[in-house]
T-cell receptor
Framework: LAKTTQPISMDSYEGQEVNITCSHN???????ITWYQQFPSQGPRFIIQ???TKVTNEVASLFIPADRKSSTLSLPRVSLSDTAVYYC??????????FGSGTQLTVLP | GAVVSQHPSWVICKSGTSVKIECRSL??????MFWYRQFPKQSLMLMAT?????????EQGVEKDKFLINHASLTLSTLTVTSAHPEDSSFYIC?????????????FGPGTRLTVL
């Protein structure tokens, strides 16, 4: 199964842009990259998904370089409520999701 | 749309009893549902894949006779923890994939906190 590597933790301040990078060196041709957010004692919440280049939605942007061996989740102007664990996953359409360790983002006032 | 619910949200039981957790897709049909377990400060671990109308597929190391999964309809999957012990205390999360969408597009339930005394 494809494995992802991401920083264990990151700190930021309110109003700043946060970029979390994920490494997926063994990503398969058909794999998509998906990011989830999880608050304590809640199920993960879908943030964004992409295959290549850049994807943007109302909450985040996802940057994927041409070699697709890494991806960067960008959260613009974070607030205290963005404090959560962020998971990066790579998976094909027919394979189940495998969660890595995730990145604990702490937004400070 | 794409809401998944779980019931109960938390449960406390005595060692040796069985506990049933329900996972429902409220506004879509799901041929495939997944069950995860998450211990404190750890990531989600996939336990099993539940397919409507067929037997569940369990991940390595997960006892199928202890964690019974039933997926009797396109909107409901149940996980029964049989003869629960304190080491089964964990956060159980289900997810579902709407019919027609890829398996890697999953919607997660809010989770069920199980505490075994």
């Amino acid at each position: 199964l494809a494995k992802t590597t991401q920083p264990i933790s990151m700190d930021s301040y309110e109003g700043q842009e946060v970029n979390i990078t994920c490494s997926h060196n063994n990503i398969a041709t058909n794999d998509y990259i998906t990011w989830y957010q999880q608050f304590p004692s809640q199920g993960p919440r879908f943030i964004i998904q992409g295959y290549k280049t850049k994807v943007t939605n109302e909450v985040a942007s996802l940057f994927i370089p041409a070699d697709r061996k890494s991806s960067t989740l960008s959260l613009p102007r974070v607030s205290l409520s963005d404090t959560a664990v962020y998971y990066c996953l790579s998976s094909g359409s027919a394979r189940q999701l495998t969660f890595g360790s995730g990145t604990q983002l702490t937004v400070l006032p | 749309g794409a809401v998944v619910s779980q019931h109960p949200s938390w449960v406390i039981c005595k060692s040796g009893t069985s506990v049933k957790i329900e996972c429902r897709s409220l506004d879509f049909q799901a041929t495939t549902m997944f069950w995860y377990r998450q211990f404190p400060k750890q990531s989600l671990m996939l336990m099993a894949t539940s397919n409507e109308g067929s037997k569940a597929t369990y991940e390595q190391g997960v006892e199928k006779d202890k964690f019974l999964i039933n997926h009797a309809s396109l909107t409901l999957s149940t996980l029964t923890v049989t003869s629960a012990h304190p080491e089964d205390s964990s956060f159980y999360i289900c997810s579902a994939t709407p019919v027609g969408l890829a398996v890697n597009e999953q919607f997660f339930g809010p989770g069920t906190r199980l505490t075994v005394l």
